[in-house]
């Protein structure tokens, strides 16, 4: 069983940054995908960042040049540094891995993010 925790999210004002961490103790974190999603209340979840076991990246649209996603495989940790941070931003954040050559994918717990204007 592959667990997630998520850490770091919080009140924080527009314009402000956070930094999210989502730590396993899978023993194929280094290999595996991980994402950050997020859901806002009565909304879809959606994917937010994604970097790749080779640490390739992509962004939605709505994030780009604003938040980073990064991963760090010594502490099997995966980070989404976000800046500039506007109301819009305000979700439940949710890291996921996704289990190479399948379509098994684990979920953490979430953690709230809090933009007030």
């Known amino acids: 069983q592959v667990q997630l925790v998520e850490s770091g999210g919080g009140l924080v004002q527009a314009g402000g940054s956070l930094r999210l961490s989502c730590a396993t103790s899978s023993s194929i974190f280094s290999v595996s995908a991980m994402g950050w999603f997020r859901q806002a209340p009565g909304e879809q979840r959606e994917l937010v960042a994604r970097i790749s076991g080779g640490g390739t990246t992509n962004y939605a649209h709505s994030v780009k040049g604003r938040f980073t996603i990064s991963r760090d495989n010594a502490k099997n940790t995966v980070y989404l540094q976000m800046n500039s941070l506007k109301p819009e931003d305000t979700a439940v954040y949710y890291c996921?891995?996704?289990?190479?050559?399948?379509?098994?994918?684990?979920w953490g717990q979430g953690t709230q993010v809090t933009v007030s204007s």
């Open positions: 996921s891995l996704e289990i190479p050559s399948s379509s098994l994918q684990y």
